[in-house]
């Protein structure tokens, strides 16, 4: 709802324009498109560095002020745009300022906002967040007695949560994670023999590529849509995470999951998609 004033005034501002221009309507319209699709690709650009609260303070608020200095030039209206002039640079200012404060430059979700941040980071179409986090698996049996690991809550648009495991990267190591196999997940590996070939579609933090491997499997394809959830989790943290996505026989593809199977030939004895949630790319950066 805030940003109906704003989507209304700009679709107000772009048809008063087209019916001042009845004459030439097919150049301003064209101009309108030609505009609006430069705007995607520098969005593209701009929110691949970054968030959206920053683009939006720093470079569209001076931007429509740009433009009402344009639109009184071309009115011949020279007082009207030099008052566009100062507004512009006065948003642009006051956009800067406003940006050297992290919650507003990086806002937290709603439903994270009493929980620390140890890092967020953003590309053109999410966001992601690593938080302090307790022991957690979806489906851990209740008879489980072992012991814990220490992990990272992963937060991907504040919505859609995986978890990272603490882990030196050795897979020998994983001996200890018998936790791995108390979870229901781990149901297929009683099934299947450790030769079997398993693709995993949204790995997330790495945990299921943890699990495949300590179930002996050799011939991993990992397909994760994200690649900044793969850049935190086997690089920024990759000190923690023990960096799953390097594994031996861990072969990783950036790719949507379900572009991925219908073009690949392959086969496999196994396709694993553990709580994947897709309730983030429904609300990802819709402002944006």
């Known amino acids: 709802m805030s940003l109906v004033p704003f989507f209304l ?18 150049v301003t319209y064209s101009v309108d498109l030609v505009g609006g699709a430069t705007g995607c690709v520098l969005a593209l650009v701009a929110l691949s560095f970054s968030s959206p609260v920053e683009v939006a ?14 639109l009184a030039f071309g009115a011949r209206r020279y007082r ?50 690593l938080h302090p986090g307790s022991f957690f698996t979806w489906a851990l049996s209740p008879t489980f007695k072992g012991s814990s690991v220490e992990m990272m809550n992963l937060m991907i648009d504040g919505i859609g949560g995986t978890q990272v ?10 001996r200890g994670y018998d936790y791995l ?26 945990v299921d590529i943890l699990q495949a491997v300590r ?35 861990v072969r990783l593809f950036l790719e949507n999951g379900r572009t991925f199977i219908r073009r690949s030939r392959e086969r ?7 709580w994947v949630d897709a309730g983030g790319s429904t609300t990802a950066l819709a402002a944006s």
Request: net charge neutral; aromatic share 6%; hydrophobic share 45%.
């Open 9 to 26: 005034l700009t679709g107000l501002a772009v048809s008063v324009l087209l019916a001042a221009s009845a004459d030439r309507f097919h």
């Open 57 to 70: 303070l720093v470079s569209l608020a001076p931007a429509v002020g740009v433009g009402s200095v344009l």
């Open 80 to 129: 009207l745009a030099l008052l566009s002039c100062v507004v512009s640079a006065g948003l642009l200012v006051a956009g800067r300022q406003l940006c050297r404060n992290d919650i507003v430059k990086s806002p937290p979700h709603i439903s994270w906002l009493w929980s620390p941040r140890l890092l967020t980071v953003w590309n053109s179409f999410s966001s992601v967040t």
């Open 165 to 174: 495991a603490k882990f030196d990267g050795k897979p020998a190591s994983l």
């Open 181 to 206: 196999d108390a979870d229901l997940t781990a149901l297929t590996s009683r099934l299947l023999t450790p030769k079997s070939r398993q693709l995993i579609i949204g790995p997330g933090g790495g």
């Open 215 to 249: 179930a002996g499997r050799h011939d991993i394809t990992a397909v994760e849509i994200n690649p900044l959830v793969v850049e935190v989790v086997n690089e920024t943290a990759g000190g923690f995470s023990g960096r799953p996505y390097d594994l031996p026989g």
């Open 268 to 274: 496999w004895d196994l396709i694993s998609l553990t």
